[in-house]
């Protein structure tokens, strides 16, 4: 199963554009910019969840910074702060209406049209900031959650972060992810992994990785060209609070058929069993006892029915009134 379609889901009625809502339709960019041609851009994936209290987006400010990281990393220099970003992200979908979504802000390199330049240096071409947000299913399928996905292991490596850094959450970095995603579907995959140049495994397109063996949680470690993954730091955080041993460290392609359990973690895929990796069964062949639990204790967290690890602020609400209901 692949995933939906944007067209298929609702979208907001409006989009924030460098401080200003803008009507969906006319959040476009001229063919010449840079963004189009040399792949000049960041951008950051973050979702809304409706639960008790309210509309709440998870982990907001861990991913705005993110956002201004990226950036940083690829000199982009941004005129908004976390606070502003925050708080835009918060006044668009308070200004769609909508319930719960998923939040894409992007930055990325334009076109000067009044002095137009072309070729790969980006310096002379303007930053635009855009926020959009629309109605997302499970990435993977809702089943997914609990039956699990077939993956394969791609033929497709990750980069090595001295080519394209890889904390860097980079429109042009997702090429190689699209190489990936594109084999594993006409293989007849859900998802494909990836290893690195040194031929140990990263991880998925768009997810990072966990293995189970032995009751311990194993996962590549950030220097095995992975993306630094929100969902990966918050899995990681609630397993240390229910006491399940944590080991970062690289993972062998074989390891992965020899696996209790395995996971992907990500804000599109939140955590998502793995079932087969190149039609190898992992374990019993459907979600095992510590995804499952790690699963529960995630959704109880984004549906406010349990504080975060120690009661970190993981939810901002949408409505004033819930946050302080909440806090």
């Not at 900031?129 to 990435?139: R, S």
């Not at 995959?189 to 998925?204: K, M, P, Q, T």
């Not at 696996?259 to 190149?278: K, M």
């Not at 639990?293 to 995630?298: A, C, D, I, N, V």
Request: one cysteine or more; hydrophobic letters at 40%; a negative charge.
């Amino acid at each position: 199963m692949t995933e939906k379609d944007v067209s298929t889901t609702t979208i907001g009625a409006k989009v924030w554009k460098d401080g200003e809502f803008i009507d969906w339709n006319d959040a476009r960019v001229h063919i010449m910019s840079h963004v189009i041609h040399y792949g000049s851009s960041v951008f950051e994936g973050i979702r809304c969840y409706k639960n008790q209290n309210g509309s709440a987006v998870f982990r907001l400010r861990e991913h705005m910074q993110r956002l201004i990281n990226s950036a940083k990393i690829y000199r982009m220099d941004v005129d908004y702060s976390l606070d502003e970003f925050c708080d835009s992200v918060v006044n668009l979908i308070r200004e769609c209406d909508l319930d719960e979504c998923y939040i894409r802000p992007i930055i990325f390199r334009g076109l000067n049209e009044d002095k137009p330049a072309f070729g790969v240096n980006p310096f002379p071409n303007p930053l635009s900031t855009y926020i959009a947000v629309w109605k997302w299913g499970k990435y993977l399928g809702e089943e997914a959650l609990e039956n699990g996905i077939d993956v394969c292991v791609s033929s497709w490596e990750r980069f090595n972060s001295n080519a394209l850094p890889a904390m860097a959450k980079a429109g042009a970095n997702y090429m190689n992810s699209q190489l990936i995603k594109m084999e594993a579907i006409l293989g007849g995959y859900s998802e494909g992994i990836a290893l690195d140049d040194r031929g140990y495994v990263s991880e998925g397109s768009g997810e990072n990785l966990f293995l189970v063996n032995n009751g311990k949680l194993i996962t590549p470690p950030l220097g095995a060209s992975i993306l630094p993954g929100i969902t990966r730091d918050s899995v990681i955080q609630i397993a240390k609070e229910l006491e399940i041993e944590v080991v970062e460290t690289v993972v062998q392609r074989s390891a992965l058929y020899l696996a209790d359990e395995l996971f992907f973690t990500g804000t599109a895929a939140e955590i998502t069993p793995i079932r087969s990796v190149d039609k190898i069964t992992v374990g019993s062949g459907k979600r095992g006892p510590i995804t499952e639990r790690l699963q529960e204790e995630f959704f109880k967290i984004v549906n406010a029915e349990r504080p975060a690890p120690s009661n970190a602020p993981w939810l901002t609400y949408v409505s004033e009134v819930a946050e302080k209901k909440s806090a």
